[in-house]
């Protein structure tokens, strides 16, 4: 069964950084499209970032650009998200997602498995 | 990116009530659009994928359907296990989600 397990949060500091990882397994990873999505306590879901197949194209949510690096390992099936200069706006639970492409259009997607999340909190 | 506007953002209805969720994108989308399920303390959950094509397990009272930059989410029959969160997704590279509908059971 395709699994994602998510970890890497904590409470961190206004200013500082935390590097999540999201271990991939029953599938091909290498295959895949990955993403990061987010959710603020209380709130709704927020796209944050996602990365191709051999991490040659990545596309980033305008608040974290420059701040945020997602990124992947695939010998070792997993998902990165790097994230620096962290604000207390990006206090939330953070999940790894599959994309899966059906069609050949960069449009035909949809995230098909998720993690359990994992909370990160930005706080003095 | 593409704005999603998504209404109401909550409603209560009774077991066997039919249920509509709209999600409206600023510009065209064609067909891409994505609904998820999210229950208390849970992962999102894929429903419909393109407008109207329903995720393989999924029960079949949830349908999804599009008129131009107009797309709606149906419970034929609501049930007790749907007491969720559900949000309109469009797939772009740079994919944004609507704010979310939170059905309640009266």
């Known amino acids: 069964e395709v699994q994602l397990v998510e970890s890497g949060g904590g409470l961190v500091q206004p200013g500082g950084s935390l590097r999540l990882s999201c271990a991939a397994s029953?599938?091909?990873?290498?295959?895949?499209?990955m993403t990061w999505v987010r959710q603020a306590p209380g709130k709704g879901l927020e796209w944050v970032a996602n990365?191709?197949?051999?991490?040659?194209?990545?596309y980033y949510v305008d608040s974290v650009k420059g701040r945020f690096t997602i990124s992947r390992d695939n010998p070792r099936n997993s998902l990165y998200l790097q994230m620096n200069s962290l604000r207390a706006g990006d206090t939330a639970v953070y999940y790894c997602?599959?994309?899966?492409?059906?069609?050949?259009?960069?449009?035909?997607?949809?995230?098909?498995?998720w993690g359990q999340g994992t909370l990160v909190t930005v706080s003095s | 990116d593409i704005q999603m506007t998504q209404s109401p953002s909550s409603l209560s209805a009774s077991v066997g009530d039919r249920v509509t969720i709209t999600c409206r994108a600023r510009?065209?989308?064609?067909?891409?659009l994505n609904w998820y399920q999210q229950k208390p303390g849970k992962a999102p959950k894929l429903l419909i994928y393109?407008?109207?094509s329903l995720q393989s397990g999924v029960p079949s009272r949830f349908s999804g359907s599009e008129s131009g930059t107009d797309f709606t989410l149906t419970i034929s029959s609501l049930q007790p296990e749907d007491l969720a969160t559900y949000y309109c997704?469009?797939?772009?590279?740079?994919?944004?989600f609507g704010g979310g509908t939170k059905v309640q059971i009266k």
């Open positions: 997602a599959r994309v899966y492409y059906y069609g050949s259009g960069r449009y035909e997607n949809h995230f098909d498995y």
């Open positions: 029953a599938f091909t990873f290498s295959n895949y499209w």
């Open positions: 990365i191709k197949q051999d991490g040659s194209e990545t």
């Open positions: 510009q065209s989308i064609s067909r891409y």
């Open positions: 393109a407008a109207s």
């Open positions: 997704q469009q797939s772009d590279r740079t994919p944004t």
